[in-house]
């Protein structure tokens, strides 16, 4: 079992910046490729970043390639999103969630991932 609790988020303007935390119980924290996804009124969660066991291999949703940048500290239990350059559409409620264990590949999908956070509410104004 994994439980996974988001921080970080809130009220950004436009062009501005923010980080989230997720910070995770359990001794196996190391083994799980982490992700973040997002989910905006009326729409489903979509995929926005995702990170291997190691740390060594990433991947990001184009609509946020070249802003946000995801990391991982797993002696600190924790993985984090760098959001920059911030848009109203990115917009969203931010989850965290761990998934497959010592997976080589990219995990994108929500159903792959088994744990969830409680979400981090996220609002760019204009």
């Known amino acids: 079992q994994v439980q996974l609790v988001e921080s970080g988020g809130g009220l950004v303007q436009a062009g501005g910046s923010l980080r989230l935390s997720c910070a995770a119980s359990?001794?196996?924290?190391?083994?799980?490729?982490m992700g973040w996804f997002r989910q905006a009124p009326g729409k489903e969660r979509e995929f926005v970043a995702t990170?291997?066991?190691?740390?060594?291999?990433?991947y990001y949703a184009d609509s946020v390639k070249g802003r946000f940048t995801i990391s991982r500290d797993n002696p600190k239990n924790t993985v984090y999103l760098q959001m920059n350059s911030l848009k109203p559409e990115d917009t969203a409620v931010y989850y965290c969630?761990?998934?497959?264990?010592?997976?080589?590949?990219?995990?994108?999908?929500?159903?792959?991932?088994?744990?969830w956070g409680q979400g981090t509410q996220v609002t760019v104004a204009s």
């Open positions: 359990g001794r196996t924290f190391s083994s799980y490729t």
């Open positions: 969630a761990a998934g497959p264990r010592y997976r080589v590949g990219i995990v994108t999908t929500t159903q792959e991932y088994d744990y």
């Open positions: 990170i291997g066991w190691s740390g060594g291999s990433t």
